[in-house]
């Protein structure tokens, strides 16, 4: 009977492993170590919608650093077709892959983080999006089908939040982005409350206040 694994969910500390990528030999857990990392799959190279997909994530690489974050890519391919992929695309468009793309022909990271979900396909990943924090914890899922890309400025309106929410102890509103008020978290004794009434804060409800970070 074959041994079903289960998914990692938002919280859970983000499966370590080792693996092959067009940079060479890395351990994710140290890849991650002191930085935010967006992981992202593919369904396979040499195809359109991941093209212009890659391509994003390469055209936004400043974006990114200037975060704190590190991209690593992954499909089920050889080393050897990621390699001359990320070079035709690059003969092409003049648009390089410098990040790290997984060879996991073996399915294994893919099987480790959900990516391959069988009503879509056995031998192919989804486009799954895993933002994990510093700490090596998972804090944001996303998985788009095959036929769907990625909306690239959603990925990075989220990590961005995430870190703002992380610094400020803050939540954030419906589609919320940098600039806008955030949400002060509910109070939860009366003196608390009475003393929410007094601020400044701008008041929807009791338990609905938002501030500018400005």
């Not at 998985?143 to 939540?171: F, H, W």
């Amino acid at each position: 009977m074959e041994q079903i694994t289960m998914m990692p969910r938002i919280g859970d500390n983000a499966p370590d492993f080792e693996a092959i990528t067009t940079i060479g030999k890395l351990t994710f857990s140290e890849y991650n170590k002191g930085n935010w990392v967006v992981l992202f799959s593919h369904p396979a190279d040499f195809t359109p919608v991941c093209t212009t997909e890659m391509s994003g994530f390469a055209k936004e690489m400043k974006f990114f650093g200037d975060h704190n974050t590190k991209l690593i890519g992954l499909s089920i391919d050889s080393i050897h077709s990621h390699i001359a992929w990320v070079n035709a695309v690059y003969e092409k468009t003049g648009v390089l892959f410098e990040f790290p793309i997984i060879a996991d022909i073996d399915m294994r990271v893919a099987k480790l983080y959900g990516m391959l979900q069988p009503g879509e396909s056995e031998t192919a990943a989804v486009r799954a999006v895993f933002i994990i924090d510093p700490k090596g914890k998972i804090r944001l899922i996303m998985y788009y089908p095959m036929n769907v890309g990625r909306n690239m400025e959603e990925i990075k309106r989220t990590l961005v939040a995430l870190q703002t929410s992380d610094e400020n102890k803050c939540a954030m509103p419906l589609d919320w982005k940098p600039g806008d008020k955030v949400i002060v978290g509910a109070p939860k004794t009366l003196e608390a409350l009475a003393e929410r009434k007094k601020s400044n804060l701008e008041m929807v409800d009791w338990y609905l206040a938002k501030k500018s970070l400005a």
